[in-house]
T-cell receptor, first 121, second 112 residues
Framework: GAVVSQHPSWVICKSGTSVKIECRSL??????MFWYRQFPKQSLMLMAT?????????EQGVEKDKFLINHASLTLSTLTVTSAHPEDSSFYIC?????????????????FGPGTRLTVL | QKEVEQDPGPLSVPEGAIVSLNCTYS??????FMWYRQYSRKGPELLMY????GNKEDGRFTAQVDKSSKYISLFIRDSQPSDSATYLC????????????FGTGTKLQVIP
């Protein structure tokens, strides 16, 4: 199957600093990437949908100025948590949807990255 | 009411048992139904997907969808310790915009 990587796999930072997380599709092109957050014993919550070359679409309740998303190429999307605080500590997971030839996306399959665990002290 | 309800478990079964995992949902517009497996501190991986109602089998795994009851199931036959993980159901609408809504996941432990 398609491979999605994330970097870093874990990060610890001080309150008030900014953290950048990268999501890469390694062997396919992804017009659309998704960013999720997962708290312990809770489900994945979609934060935003990232489209290559355009602004991200944020879900209700997600602060776009705090969680900056950039989808600079068909294989890379970045999530920057600005001025991180302890309540931002979570497991952040990205996924990418493969774009098939002819511009029609595959039925629904999203390939998930391994996740980034963020701890804000 | 959550769009997708899933019992968080944990569910403990002996090796070789048949495991039944279930989800209910409220939005009748969902058309695609998926099951993901997530190991601790890892991203989810797709196990199976089903479009609309019906059954689908893949090795030891069988997925069932009953749209009339808004109920989906995943059965694991001859469960193995390596099946120990959290299983998330997920679903989405048909069409180009395919936002996926996840259940909370059921933690499964298969005891040798």
């Amino acid at each position: 199957g398609a491979v999605v990587s994330q970097h870093p796999s874990w990060v610890i930072c001080k309150s008030g600093t900014s953290v950048k997380i990268e999501c890469r599709s390694l062997d396919f092109q992804a017009t659309t990437m998704f960013w999720y957050r997962q708290f312990p014993k809770q489900s994945l919550m979609l934060m935003a949908t990232s489209n290559e070359g355009s602004k991200a679409t944020y879900e209700q309740g997600v602060e776009k100025d705090k969680f900056l998303i950039n989808h600079a190429s068909l294989t890379l999307s970045t999530l920057t948590v600005t001025s991180a605080h302890p309540e931002d500590s979570s497991f952040y997971i990205c996924s990418a949807r493969e774009e098939l030839a002819g511009g029609r996306p595959s039925y629904n399959e999203q390939f998930f990255g391994p996740g980034t665990r963020l701890t804000v002290l | 009411q959550k769009e997708v309800e899933q019992d968080p478990g944990p569910l403990s079964v002996p090796e070789g048992a048949i495991v039944s995992l279930n989800c209910t949902y409220s939005n009748s517009a969902f058309q695609y139904f998926m099951w993901y497996r997530q190991y601790s501190r890892k991203g989810p991986e797709l196990l199976m997907y089903t479009y609309s109602s019906g059954n689908k089998e893949d090795g030891r795994f069988t997925a069932q969808v009953d749209k009339s009851s808004k109920y989906i199931s995943l059965f694991i036959r001859d469960s193995q310790p390596s099946d120990s993980a959290t299983y998330l159901c997920a679903m989405s609408y048909s069409g180009g915009y395919q936002k996926v809504t996840f259940g909370t996941g059921t933690k499964l432990q298969v005891i040798p």
